[in-house]
Nanobody, 119 residues
Framework: QVQLVESGGGLVQAGGSLRLSCVAS????????MGWYRQVSGKQRELVAR???????NYADSVKGRFTISRDISKNTAFLEMNSLKPEDTAVYYC?????????????WGQGTQVTVSS
């Protein structure tokens, strides 16, 4: 079992910045990739950004040039630097990881952190 704990959400004015963190913990696992997704009430959860074990990244078109995903492999941590925030970025942001454990590859989600951008 792997646990993901997110932090860094909050309320910010449009044009501002926030930095989200996601720490993975557990026993005997290796991280394949980590990603950030977001969900607005009543809508589907959508990919925001993803980073692979080889540090390849991909982003949703709506956040390209404004958000940056990174990771600290030694600390099993992923970050999402969010700049030039817009009201439409308001959502619950979830961390997701796929890991290889003794019994196979599994996917885990964090509990989510609220990001609210005021106009």
């Amino acid at each position: 079992q792997v646990q993901l704990v997110e932090s860094g959400g909050g309320l910010v004015q449009a044009g501002g910045s926030l930095r989200l963190s996601c720490v993975a913990s557990g026993r005997a696992f290796s991280i394949n990739d980590m990603g950030w997704y977001r969900q607005v009430s009543g809508k589907q959860r959508e990919l925001v950004a993803r980073i692979t074990s080889g540090s390849r990244t991909n982003y949703a078109d709506s956040v390209k040039g404004r958000f940056t995903i990174s990771r600290d492999i030694s600390k099993n941590t992923a970050f999402l630097e969010m700049n030039s925030l817009k009201p439409e970025d308001t959502a619950v942001y979830y961390c997701r990881t796929t890991v290889t454990e003794n019994y196979g590859t599994n996917l885990y989600w964090g509990q989510g952190t609220q990001v609210t951008v005021s106009s």
